[in-house]
């Protein structure tokens, strides 16, 4: 399981640049939760950022990720308690990487997928 935590309050945005900006710190604020549930990847919005889209874009990034890092970080099983300390740090490492470069990716692709104003 994995959870996101993030940023600060948002203004009105005035140009699609700033409506960029904008998205990507409602995201910051965003909360969510990762697991799998008979083999599948699932997301959770604990925390909304009350637009759908964006947390549309916040889950899209945890699912993709718990999918790569899941083979990486097999440790992070729930079967091996075990697991040392150092290995669950690395993983949350690469999974906070991974989880901010698709948010990137999906606000892109929002917008470039949005009809032009």
């Known amino acids: 399981m994995f959870r996101t935590q993030g940023g600060a309050g948002v203004a009105a945005p005035q140009s699609v640049e700033e409506e960029i900006v904008v998205m990507g710190r409602r995201l910051a604020d965003w909360r969510g939760q990762a697991t799998f549930m008979n083999k599948r990847p699932r997301c959770k919005t604990i925390k909304s950022t009350g637009d759908a889209r964006i947390d549309r874009i ?60």
Not at 66 to 91: H, L, M, Q
């Open 58 to 117: 916040g889950c899209d990034a945890m699912t993709q990720c718990i999918v790569k890092t899941r083979d990486t970080f097999a440790i992070r099983d729930k079967a091996k308690p075990d697991t040392p300390p150092a290995a669950t740090a690395e993983w949350r490492r690469v999974m906070g990487e991974c989880v901010r470069d698709q948010r990137q990716l999906g606000l892109r692709a929002y917008f470039a997928a949005r009809p032009k104003r």
